[in-house]
């Protein structure tokens, strides 16, 4: 059979009938389908000379065939639990553990706890989405399309897209702020910034092969140097601190709110998660993908959850860790491996390097999500659209490089409403209505076939309603929001609206229209 890298490169050999809007995607490279727009010889002479590099992904949204698949193995099984795990033990999603006591005022245990149940539910959501990659062979983004109908599918599509720009944007910025306190002030965030991302650029454009080989050892070195912060930085570690709101409503509030915070994180990667995954053979067990995903996203973020509440617990006792705290949330992290001299520098430099890990999963969805949003946006081959998502977003950490906290936290939790909602209607659509029915995958760009989507369209924006009321940000605080305390309950009112709406308009739209 042939090696994945093959299996980029070749021609989609296809059994399906393509639609007119599909027929170039059967051609000879598969990430560059025409369309009626004609294509300058000379843009297309320097595609296919770039495209021919080895170890380059052709391939953009174009679905893989079983026959295209790569062969079963135990290596690409543990590939599984290493992209996910090796892409999150970072110091953006150790940030996230800082909020608990010093944005929510929690203490110790009520912050490792609300961090390992927020983390439990959103990595069960991205593992689910996940199973959809095999067995379809289609992206994530291409996947919704048979839940959520051709056109309204492109409203998560967009939201994606922003969301993973947002979010490498806090990765660009971490990475920048650790480098320029190694140096001691004499690099500049910026500088730090730009190193990052030209290391994320190089993988990202190579795509799939170049991708999953740098994800299967990233995460050893920085595995080790996190041990070694455990172990500098722990003694530090204020375990007997309290809340601070006491008891009552209010405590319950900022419980609840770190909780969903945590829950935001892992779950945001839901919308890409069966990208990484259609190279897999068909027949791959879901409950293998499912608990793999699962491990590696659970494991990885609660380790990293913990560290954050550590240091964060010490900043209130630790002069010298709230002062570094005040200069960057990167001085945090590199205070913490002081007394070290030398070598805490290094390791300080891994933990930012392995901020590049991950951004690159981001940045390649990103770049497939822009294919996705159109026939305009399909005729731009994958990687000059990652270069574009990566331009972006190294100007928008540039740009707000000074306001980390303030942007990640607004950011965080502003990605967790609509994702759920989406996740949702997923598996309602699954479960109940097309579940046994099954799927004709080929039948991807078929709008004939796909489902119209009115009951998907109504029902998301019912539950972005339900999360705007519940919604509580610096910028806004929903009514309902400020029934129950001033705690951020936009995620489960959203999800309750989208369910509430869903299923009735569901029945009626396939009783009314039949699809």
Known sequence: MASPSDLEKGPVLTDEKPTASSLSETSANPSTPSTSLPIPPILRKINQKIESLSGFEARGITRVLPSERQPPSRLSDLQIFFLWFGANISANNLTTGLFGPLIFGLGFSDSVFCAIVGCLLGSMCTAYMATWGPRSGNRTMVV???????????????????????????????????????????????????????????????????????????????????????????????????????????????????????????????????????????????????????????????????????????????????????VSTGALIITGFDGLAGFGKLCGVIVALGLIANSIPGAYSAALGCQVMGRYGKVVPRWVWTCVVLTVQLVCALAGREHLMELFGNFLALMGYWMTIMIFIVLMEHLIFRGRKGYDWSKWEDKTYLPVGWAALVAFLMGWAGAILGMYQVWYVGPLAELTGMCDVGVWLGTGFAIVGYLPLRFLELKYVGR
């Open 144 to 326: 919704l399309r048979f839940f959520m109908g051709y056109w309204p599918s492109k409203i998560p599509c967009f939201l994606n897209i922003v969301l993973m720009v947002g979010y490498i944007t806090c990765s660009f910025i971490i990475a920048g702020q650790i480098l320029s306190a190694v140096s001691g002030g004499n690099m500049t965030v910026v500088v730090g910034i730009v190193v990052v991302a030209l290391v994320c650029w190089v993988v990202a454009v190579f795509g799939m092969r170049v991708f999953h080989s740098y994800e299967r050892y990233a995460w050893i070195p920085q595995l080790l140097v996190l041990f070694v912060l455990v172990g500098s930085a722990g003694p530090r570690f204020d375990s007997s601190l309290q809340s601070l709101t006491g008891e009552g409503i209010s405590l319950a509030a900022n419980r609840l709110s770190f909780l969903s915070l945590c829950l935001y994180v892992p779950n945001s990667w839901a919308a890409a998660a069966s990208d990484y995954y259609v190279y897999y053979p068909e027949d791959t067990k879901r409950r293998k993908v499912f608990g793999l995903t699962l491990a590696g996203l659970f494991l990885s973020f609660t380790f990293v959850y913990m560290l954050g509440i550590g240091l964060a617990s010490g900043v209130a006792s630790n002069t010298v860790w709230a002062e570094a705290y005040e």
